[in-house]
């Protein structure tokens, strides 16, 4: 199998993709398939320390339109699965993985055509080609048209992996002809060409043979004018092969047995332990620790999708009525910052906000607070409930997408469920989710409860990887 994505865990991350792009390959590969990584080679990987795998430097030329091509290739190792490098210095070397130049299209469509390009230098013929979000989009049809015939590629099927539909890697339809896709226009959605626009993520999902997305509940939702970008209408004619398959999370990272970033690593059967957490985590941050006080928080991208802005008031309504404490890591959209400084402004002795991303405090919060804040308007998969879950951290979320798919609400009737889930993604669903688990508290022993019931739950990778395994495996019976 060939993974294709634009960025891979730990030598290139903006987001969850990267997490996926490691995992799952690496997942495959301890169920005894060969897998194969590709992504560009960024200036940011060579300061990172990772050691190439031993073997003479590469170079692959190949043309693409009317430009000329020429790659350095290296590989990486990842936990015994290749991750192969195209590093073209002009198009991947700009000190960031993504940027608005004008040339955006030409840098994602030189990574789709080098992949392809590998596997005929190694003969390597690949039953599956895995394509990941809009960087990515032109290989279904490049498979379907220039790699058709090829004696290497002509038996591979593409899989179309929606990460998150809302990036759709749009560009000026002129473009196709400098990306030598001149003779395939006829293939492209007729409507978006007379706009002028060409859409990568919109052709990997009029040629993919099979589409995927990260949970079952956004397969559904995309479906729809709400959550489909501009693309339900398509995804509703493609419908017959869109899967949801729910992301997993690296349990040999996120672990609360093992997880090296914790002075105080615990179990189901030591969740005392996590209170030690508690206490390290806000003395580091300056902020009393209390027993018996509740500490709610978040990690997070701070950008409209994630929901932040809906925090800062019904956490102000918390913290004044209570020793609640608050603390919040993550960068973004700077009026979402400006929302969590104000609280922190407010509640000086009671909240903390740490702009930026610092793994080693993502992993303490994680383990330290009682209640995570995921308030999404729409969610993919999200990992963060998942990584709550894994840690006994109640994750307070949206019932939207992955969200729905991974919490169950709390009855403390019945003992059963998982975090709390609100409806409407406004401040008074936030209100009301913080009220149920302020509840909740209340009572010790159902919290613990709570807390095991979350840590009981199988949110691996092995148990995702199984089902595209499955789906893999049926390519040759769907009917694209």
């Known amino acids: ?120 230098r190694w003969g390597w013929s690949p039953n599956v080609v895995h394509c990941n979000d809009w960087q990515t989009g032109l290989i279904p049809l490049q498979l379907r048209t220039t790699y058709r015939d090829d004696p290497v590629l002509e038996g591979a099927r593409s899989v179309f992996t929606i990460h998150n539909l809302a990036y759709q890697g749009v560009f000026d339809a002129a473009t196709i002809d400098s990306l030598g896709l001149a003779e395939h226009r006829h293939l492209f959605r007729e409507g978006s060409l007379e706009k002028g626009r060409l859409g990568f993520l919109e052709t990997g999902l009029v040629h993919a043979d099979v589409i995927t997305t990260v949970s079952s509940t956004y397969a559904r939702e995309i479906l729809t004018p709400e959550y489909g970008c501009g693309l339900d209408d398509l995804l509703r004619e493609r419908s017959g092969v869109l899967f949801g398959i729910l992301n997993g999370i690296d349990t040999d990272v996120w672990n609360p047995t093992t997880d090296l970033h914790l002075a105080h690593r615990y179990s189901k059967k030591s969740l005392w332990r996590k209170e030690w957490n508690k206490r390290d985590l806000l003395e580091g941050l300056g902020l009393e620790y209390l027993e018996r006080t509740p500490v709610f928080g978040l990690v997070s991208r701070l950008v409209s999708q994630k929901g932040i802005d809906l925090i800062p008031r019904p956490m102000a309504g918390v913290l004044e009525a209570t020793d609640a404490r608050f603390v919040a890591l ?128 199988d949110n691996s990778w092995d148990r995702s990887a199984g089902a595209y395994e499955d789906l893999y495996l049926t390519l040759g019976e769907v009917d694209s």
């Open 1 to 120: 199998m060939l993974f294709v994505a634009s960025e891979v865990a730990p030598f290139a991350k903006t987001g969850g993709l990267a997490d996926v792009a490691a995992a799952l390959p690496r997942a495959l590969a301890r169920r005894g398939h060969e897998v194969r990584v590709v992504m560009p080679g960024y200036d940011s990987i060579g300061a990172g320390g990772h050691e190439p795998i031993p073997g003479e430097p590469d170079m692959l030329g190949f043309d693409l339109g009317p430009n000329r091509i020429a790659a350095d290739i290296e590989q990486l190792d990842l936990d015994g699965v290749a991750v192969t490098l195209v590093d073209v210095p002009s198009l991947y070397r700009r000190g960031s993985l993504y940027t608005e130049d004008p040339d955006e299209n030409l840098r994602f469509a030189v990574l789709g055509k080098a992949a392809l390009e590998l596997c005929r």
């Open 330 to 457: 993550g960068s973004g959209e700077p009026e979402v910052e400006s929302g969590l400084g104000w609280l922190v402004d407010r509640f000086p002795g009671q909240a903390r906000f740490v702009s930026g991303y610092d793994e080693t405090l993502s992993h303490r919060i994680e383990a330290s607070i009682d209640g995570f804040l995921m308030p999404s308007r729409y969610e993919p998969s999200g990992l963060n409930q998942m990584y709550s879950l894994a840690y006994g951290t109640p994750p307070l979320v949206r019932r939207t997408g992955g969200l729905a798919d991974t919490v169950e609400h709390w009855d403390p009737d019945t003992a059963l469920g998982t975090g709390f889930l609100f409806e409407h993604a406004d401040e008074g669903g936030v209100r009301w989710a913080l009220e149920e688990a302020l509840s909740a508290w209340g009572d010790r022993s159902g919290w613990r409860n709570l807390q095991r019931n979350g840590m009981a739950v």
